[in-house]
């Protein structure tokens, strides 16, 4: 679910592999019955299945979802557009789909990713896929992928649109872009064993990181959300 300007929300309802739902429900809860038909609006795709990860709404009300779908030894990264009336924009990417294949070292068996928007209405999604080789053992693969919004890749960004970061043993779980369009990640570093250590990290908007940014010393819990006040804190 997410939460637009005006206090009305937005649901998403994903079956698994053949179709979404997107739900608008006015500030007050209630269902919006101008939305869609009679406040859903339904999308069939055959992509197949993957996990959800994120779903985000852009300056013009254009919806995108992003998900992860893994392999034995790589992740596919899928995003999804839907107009604001709520429906596939099927001249986005390959009929609404965006999919980038990231390679990840054998064995794979977890991915991640996050969304979010450049001041150029560019699509950036940063994430990480690897495994646990063995007891403080982790090896992951971090990346960022940029789409122009037609869901082309980025041809100025990376490697045809992707960049990939050194393997280790952080997974990111969340993007957020700063006005000045450098991009701070958030997430975990694992041990492989009981626990894990909260870490912040900046990139420059080429993908390079930024080693002027002294985030938090790292705290050991695991989260699930941060959020970036006005005054950048």
Known sequence: MTLLDDGSMLLLKFTGSD????????????????????????????GGGFTGREFKVDGGNNMYFVGTHDNTANSDIIL???QPDGYLDTNFGNNGMAIKNIDALNPMNFSSASLDFTSDNKIVIAGSCGACLDIFDPVIQLFFIKYQ???SPDPDFGNNGTVLLPVSSFSISQLTIQENQRMLVSGISLDCFEGSLYVISRFF???????????ASPLEFEYKKSILQEDGI
């Open 80 to 82: 999804m557009k839907f």
């Open 19 to 46: 179709e979404i739902t997107i739900y608008h429900y006015l500030s007050n809860g209630t269902l919006d019955t101008n939305f869609g038909v009679n406040g859903a609006a339904s999308s069939n795709f055959s």
């Open 205 to 215: 908007p080429g993908g390079t990181v930024d080693n002027s940014f002294n985030g």
């Open 149 to 151: 919004n037609d869901g």
